[in-house]
Nanobody, 121 residues
Framework: QVQLVESGGGLVQAGGSLRLSCVTSGRTRSMYPMGWFRQAPGKEREFVAAISWRGGNTNYADSVKGRFTISRDNAKNTVYLQMISLKPEDTAVYYC??????????????WGQGTQVTVSS
């Protein structure tokens, strides 16, 4: 089993920045490709970004390209999502996921509990 714990969410004004962290623990915790998803109220969970287990390959949703950066530090068992130029439409619960590199939730095997990001206008 792999456990994922997100942190770093909060309330920020439009144009601001936040960095989310996801610490993994459990079996072979640094060996998985990882992703970030988000879910706004009344909407389906959507893909945000993904990173290969070595960190050499990344993938982003069009809506966040150029504003969000996914990275990882396998020595710290941590994946990051740096978010800049935040917009009110980025408001959502952000989830860390492990085990996949695709854009579908079904591509991933493990999920964190989520961290709330609220962007005020």
């Amino acid at each position: 089993q792999v456990q994922l714990v997100e942190s770093g969410g909060g309330l920020v004004q439009a144009g601001g920045s936040l960095r989310l962290s996801c610490v993994t623990s459990g079996r072979t915790r640094s060996m998985y490709p990882m992703g970030w998803f988000r879910q706004a109220p009344g909407k389906e969970r959507e893909f945000v970004a993904a990173i290969s287990w070595r960190g050499g390959n990344t993938n982003y949703a069009d809506s966040v390209k150029g504003r969000f950066t996914i990275s990882r530090d396998n020595a710290k068992n941590t994946v990051y999502l740096q978010m800049i130029s935040l917009k009110p439409e980025d408001t959502a619960v952000y989830y860390c996921a492990a085990g996949g590199f695709g854009v579908a939730t079904t591509d991933y095997d493990y999920w964190g509990q989520g961290t709330q990001v609220t962007v005020s206008s």
